[in-house]
């Protein structure tokens, strides 16, 4: 397993995938301001994604803010307004279409925003038995400095909690990649991985991560015939979300 970077989406030809893929700058300038202006002004955070540690109260260690869009079957969360996921259905849509496939059992699309001092646990998007699965990562931040942490990490094998995390990744991590604006990762669900929080150079920071998964694909020949109504919109105007919500 390694991380590799490319330069634009390919069409997947086998499964499950074998390595991580890094692509930089997905969306145009002006798609991803859009939706980092959108997301970032948007009320339906709430402090939900609760992250516990092995202790014996068993209460959370902290927890980081979070908004869901979709769950199974792309079924709307009960307290999110079917206007308010229109981008996100678009960005779907984008990637079964780039990268040649459509998810057959939808999982989760949904937002995370870590800050300092609340990293993320190790985890895995699915079950063992779930050959067929992409998970996706995508970075909505408009300005990141590199020095400011929030580094992806990617290990052999699973950890409960945050008791232990550090050391956990010195001995188990396979690979990383750097937290920057506009990246998009693609990778193997089942791949154990967890985000660094925003250290203390970025104590008014917040580090955003679009997630999108699925259990189950199927690997499409000619991805045009996916939706044929998809276009590639250059100006994240109201026509943009006319268009999706069609």
Known sequence: MKVVHIDKPFKIQDMPLKDI???????????????DKFISNSSWWSKTNSVSSQSPTGLPHHSFWGASFFRDNLEIEHDMKPEDTFFVRYLIKRLETEFGFKYTRFQYAGLNSQTQGCPGTIHTDCKDDDAWNISFLYYPNRFWNKNWGGTLRL??????GLDGRKEHIEKHQVAETEFVPNRLIMFD??????ADAPNESARYMDRKSLVIRGDEVELVK?????YKDFVRPTEPAGSLQDHILK
């Open 21 to 35: 893929y890094v692509l930089d700058n997905w969306l145009s300038t002006e798609l991803h301001h859009y939706f």
């Open 155 to 160: 290990l052999d094998k699973g950890h409960q």
């Open 189 to 194: 669900g089942r791949i154990p991985h967890g």
């Open 222 to 226: 000619d991805s045009n015939l996916l």
